[in-house]
């Protein structure tokens, strides 16, 4: 009799678990952005230093290349591209190192949400935290490199929209090498080819802007990328994090 | 079509009938080898603008061919490893990756070398070479996650995701090239007489493409051989055969 009333009460538990996954997947995604949200804004220097190798590197170039301001402002769009898009790599590495570390994607891994989307939110924590001060910082660093007037809010804009695709991009590898110990190099190696269709596209959007005209469709196939990225990412993401789990 | 699947999971079976599929295409790849490059770089007629050197047009684009194509059966035999869990796709695709980097590279010194009579430089950043090189890094990428992990499986797994995001990302990757190459640098040069090749340059260039297809396959078929070997080297078949061999 106890027998068939606790074989009940599972039933009963199955039937809530079921009714619940809609809200279940909106809760663990809260959870998700909070917590990881709250893990990098205790550790500042984890957000600042992406900015501050950002400048760093855009400081090198007047001095190896020339002071002149005529040829700074014809190279500045590349160069502020490049830049960006290295600091965005540099801080991939530490996008899922943490949570491997201490076991917590192991319970990412477990939970009964869908994994792409949960990835998802760890995406955009990345990008919120790395590639939109990136986009704000860039037209500062475009005025020391005399980049033309006009062309400011397209750098930000292009670097925000750009940077997502990189973050989502990224995070492919670095999901595939969150297992390895020294996955630094082979990040850069696996993940720099996969960028250059955003560099030409983001840092042609500036350029068209010096230009005076065709930003906008720049900016469109910018956005067509990220669409296609966010469409197709998240799973491709998904898979690398359970192989590196499971090797 | 199911049964064929089911068969394919046997690694023993794959190396006996690759045992009798490997001659035919060393044989074919040898003939069509040597026919095509003798017609090709004795017999055809010299181009009337760049004279003898467009004959490297007979190992430029076969081995441009062979690097695409190499890289979507990679990522083909990824897609079959990881839905049907079928070794044999993945070991093929282990064996693949450096001749495709091979190729990659050998059409990329060959245009290099083609370059300096009909451009006059090395190196162009042309969109065509452009997409080349990054294709190189795109294959450099896939060997070097393979050789990253330690546990094999990991390994055959995450080099078989790279090479289905490396795939998509090709068309993309290209066309974003071209658009580039068109927006920044006018074009300067074209690579002439690419419409209206006559039939005695044509027939020795597609008798070396055919060489070429069929030598990448009587290799990848004797290197995915030896893997298996290697990989059932403690099955009970393995120890039989090498104990007969010996």
Redesign the interface.
Known sequence: MSGSESHLSVNDDRSVSRREPGGGLAVALWATLRRDLTLLMRRRSEVLNPLVFFALVITLFPIGISPDPQLLATIAPGLLWVAALLAALLSLDSLFRGDYDDGSLEQLLLTPQSLPMLVMAKVAVHWLLTGLPLALMAPVLGIMLSLPAGSYLILALSLALGTASLSLIGA?GAA??V??SR?GV?LS??V???Y??VL??GA?AV?AAILGDGAMAHLAILGA?LA?ALM?APW?IA??LR??I?? | MWAFINKLRSPKWFYAISARLQPVFWVAAAVLLLVGSVWGLAFAPADYQQGNSFRIIYVHVPAAFLAQSIFVSMAVAGLVYMVWKIKIADMAAAMMAPLGAAMTFVSLFSGAVWGVPTWGTWWMWDARLTSMLILLFLYLGVIALRGAFTSRDSASRAASVLAMVGVINIPIIKYSVDWWYTLHQPATFTITGRAAMPMEMWAPLLIMVLGFYSFFIALTLMRTRSEILRRESNKRWVRELIGEER
């Open positions: 492919i595939l090498t297992g390895l996955g082979l190696l696996l720099l080819p996969l250059i269709p030409i596209f042609g350029q990328l296609l197709l491709a898979a690398s192989i590196s499971n090797g």
